[in-house]
Nanobody
């Protein structure tokens, strides 16, 4: 299984970025996907997740209304559209996969596969 995250970069506060995570080596539609992030000196934290059909989605309170998670099962790719970015959104963003159509979780320990991470830096 491979999860390849991309789309990170440097952006000014108020700007937008779109992260992508392409999956391979698994039956994508049978997996819940999640986005997490880790800032320097902090623990990895939940950002977004949803069921495998993409109908149900859940967000951390800190990103609700600004970030949108979506997935394209045909392309085996999950996205994170990030708008109105703030300096506190600066972190390495990781995508993760967990087997099970509806076993979405905010707990990073429940995800068995992880991408390599992509750096997002928001300047003030």
């Amino acid at each position: 299984v491979q999860l390849q995250a991309s789309g990170g970069g440097l952006v000014q506060a108020g700007g937008s970025l779109r992260l992508s995570c392409a999956a391979s080596g698994l039956t994508f539609m049978n997996y819940v996907m999640g986005w997490f992030r880790q800032a320097p000196g902090k623990e990895r934290e939940f950002v977004a997740t949803g069921n495998s059909s993409g109908v149900r989605k859940f967000y951390a309170d800190s990103v609700k209304g600004r970030f949108t998670m979506s997935r394209d099962n045909a392309k085996e790719t999950v996205y994170l559209q990030m708008n109105s970015l703030k300096p506190e959104d600066t972190a390495v963003y990781y995508c993760a996969a967990r087997y099970g159509n509806n076993f979405y979780s905010r707990n990073a320990r429940e995800y068995g596969y992880w991408g390599q991470g992509t750096q997002v830096t928001v300047s003030s």
